[in-house]
């Protein structure tokens, strides 16, 4: 749109189902680079900033167009990407991201040190799990959120109330 001047920075977060430690190094690569090049496809407009996780979740750091909403971008990379496992075999049984996402906005001040923070996430994982992470990002980003509808829990990581 002519005279439309935008500058949206967009930290998504979403994991694997279950949080099933499945996206391993041996494709890690790919499946990063495959994601890239559906956020970057010439007719979305976004850009690429950083894209990492450890093997349960996914960080992507992106400039956003607001031609598209978060909602489809997110529906669409979740879809290609698990069609991609699954046609690759680079999972046993069926590959399926859980259902939701984080959506953090960013200044352009803060770009840098969340490209960072999604670069360390296997080094910030041997000191916490997948959601001590996500709720420290809810509560830093001051986000209402009911904690019994935030995830399908595994039985052993149920948070207290």
């Known amino acids: 749109m002519a005279h439309t001047f935008t500058q949206l920075y967009i930290h998504l977060v979403f994991a694997v189902q279950g949080r099933q430690s499945l996206i391993q190094n041996s494709f890690k690569s790919e499946l990063c680079k495959y994601i890239t090049g559906i956020v970057q496809r010439p007719d979305r407009g976004h850009k690429l900033i950083a894209i990492n996780g450890p093997a349960n979740h996914i960080h992507i750091l992106i400039g956003l167009n607001p031609d598209q909403t978060i909602a489809d971008l997110v529906r669409d990379i979740k879809i290609s990407s698990s069609k991609l ?33 999604i670069e360390r996430q296997e080094e910030l994982h041997k000191r916490f799990t ?31 109330e």
């Open 130 to 160: 997948f959601h001590e992470e996500y709720l420290g990002l809810l509560d830093r980003y001051a986000v209402l959120y009911d904690r019994r509808y935030l995830f399908e829990w595994v039985d052993d990581d149920v948070p207290e």
């Open 85 to 117: 496992i699954n046609s690759r075999g680079w999972t046993r049984g069926r590959f399926r991201w859980q259902e939701g996402y984080g959506a953090f906005s960013n200044s352009r001040s803060q770009l840098q040190a969340v490209a960072r923070y």
